[in-house]
Nanobody, 114 residues
């Protein structure tokens, strides 16, 4: 079982930046591939980015070159740096173990105004 706490969301103008953080309470955090997801109103939750336990990263096409996922195993945390934000990035953002479809946290709301 894992407990997740996301933070760092907010309201930002298009072109702005935000840094999301996720604190994970789980044994052996460094062994897990971690991910950020987002869910916009009326849409399904989608995978935004993930980082493997070896530090390999992968991004959804629309965020490539704008978002950067990173992790700090010593702090059981995973961050998402979001630059050049667009209105279509507006969503609630969640972190989780990659492909874990349970144990979701509250998420953090990101709203990008045009």
């Amino acid at each position: 079982q894992v407990q997740l706490a996301e933070s760092g969301g907010g309201l930002v103008q298009a072109g702005g930046s935000l840094r999301l953080s996720c604190a994970a309470s789980v044994i052996a955090f460094s062994r897990y591939n971690m991910a950020w997801y987002r869910q916009a109103p009326g849409k399904q939750r989608e995978l935004v980015a993930f980082i493997t336990r070896d530090g390999i990263t992968n991004y959804e096409d629309s965020v490539k070159g704008r978002f950067t996922i990173s992790r700090k195993n010593a702090k059981n945390s995973v961050d998402l740096q979001m630059n050049s934000l667009r209105p279509e990035d507006t969503a609630r953002y969640y972190c989780n173990i990659l492909n874990n479809d349970k144990d979701w946290g509250q998420g953090t709301q990101v709203t990008v105004s045009s």
